[in-house]
T-cell receptor, first 114, second 114 residues
Framework: SAVISQKPSRDICQRGTSLTIQCQVD?????MFWYRQQPGQSLTLIAT?????????ESGFVIDKFPISRPNLTFSTLTVSNMSPEDSSIYLC???????????FGPGTRLTVL | AQKITQTQPGMFVQEKEAVTLDCTYD???????LFWYKQPSSGEMIFLIY??????QNATEGRYSLNFQKARKSANLVISASQLGDSAMYFC???????????FGTGTSLTVIP
């Protein structure tokens, strides 16, 4: 299984500021995924991050709001820009294994925007 | 379009008893994977079990088993011998094998009563 760490684990931020979340994996992976889980809701895919190319964003998410970096095969960052209280969520990084029967998630970053 | 339905927002089970968490899905894909995740209050997503759409046998992982009925498009999770530590949110998810997008249900909150 993949071991995934995220930083920070939680943060409280002011409206209008930006926060960058880091995701580190203990093995090289082709694809990394960023999800958002709003309070009491299920998970929604924000974007897919491939190393060496632009991230692919899902409907309703844009690069200006959620810029993503993927500098190598073990690391990615997600920035939540110009935050508002509606951005208060858990943000989770996820990777798939070589076989299709596994998909692992990081511990999540719990963000509160005041 | 893909859709995952979990009709039980909350469930209670007596410790040491078995419980079934329901999940139905809708997809036009012929090849896909079904996943169950556990999310404790800490927020991490813990992978429990996987079932491939072409697997003829129901998947089992320790106390977890998946009751897969392909014709009915259902993938219910059965937890045997419930433990207090099983209290958490449980999410059913489906991923078509043609892509990497996960589709999550709205989750079921399970409470194990001593």
């Amino acid at each position: 299984s993949a071991v995934i760490s995220q930083k920070p684990s939680r943060d409280i931020c002011q409206r209008g500021t930006s926060l960058t979340i880091q995701c580190q994996v203990d093995s090289q992976v082709t694809m990394m995924f960023w999800y958002r889980q709003q309070p009491g809701q299920s998970l929604t895919l924000i974007a897919t991050a491939n190393q060496g190319s632009e991230a692919t964003y899902e409907s309703g998410f844009v690069i200006d709001k959620f810029p993503i970096s993927r500098p190598n095969l073990t690391f990615s960052t997600l920035t939540v820009s110009n935050m508002s209280p509606e951005d208060s969520s858990i943000y989770l990084c996820s990777v798939g294994a070589l076989s299709y029967n596994e998909q692992f998630f990081g511990p999540g970053t719990r963000l509160t925007v005041l | 379009a893909q859709k995952i339905t979990q009709t039980q927002p909350g469930m209670f089970v007596q410790e040491k008893e078995a419980v079934t968490l329901d999940c139905t899905y809708d997809t036009s894909d012929q090849s896909y994977g079904l996943f169950w995740y556990k999310q404790p209050s800490s927020g991490e997503m813990i992978f429990l079990i996987y079932q491939g759409s072409y697997d003829e046998q129901n998947a089992t992982e320790g106390r977890y088993s998946l009751n897969f009925q392909k014709a009915r498009k259902s993938a219910n999770l059965v937890i045997s011998a419930s433990q207090l530590g099983d209290s958490a949110m449980y999410f059913c998810a489906m991923r078509p094998n043609t892509g990497n997008q996960f589709y999550f249900g709205t989750g079921t909150s399970l409470t194990v009563i001593p």
